[in-house]
């Protein structure tokens, strides 16, 4: 991305790397609120992404998909399972 904003005559620009937590399973009430907001955002797209890639490239059958995302979507709101996203933030550098 860092290239890519250089091509379009961006100066200045790097990147900075963010672990961010997947869940409710964050301590301190700033990293729980971040941890919700990515798991509702992984939430929204995961049926439409999950189905599209997995029965046009897996061949999988709808109903087995939609099971495996019922599954996924419940394993994102465990607090047992702490998931970390790593997010990439594309930056003018000083």
């Given at each position: ?35 919700n907001t990515f798991r509702m955002i992984c939430d929204t ?5 999950g189905l599209a890639l997995m029965t046009r490239v897996l ?7 939609n099971q495996l995302v019922a599954d996924a979507k419940d ?20």
């Amino acid at each position: 991305m860092v290239e890519l904003l250089k091509e379009a005559g961006f100066v200045d620009v790097g990147f900075k790397r963010f672990p961010t937590p997947l869940g409710p399973w964050a301590k301190g009430k700033k990293q729980k609120e971040i941890g919700n907001t990515f798991r509702m955002i992984c939430d929204t797209g995961m049926q439409a992404y999950g189905l599209a890639l997995m029965t046009r490239v897996l061949n999988m059958r709808a109903d087995e998909v939609n099971q495996l995302v019922a599954d996924a979507k419940d394993d994102l709101g465990n607090k047992k399972i702490h998931a970390i996203y790593t997010l990439y933030v594309a930056l003018k550098l000083d």
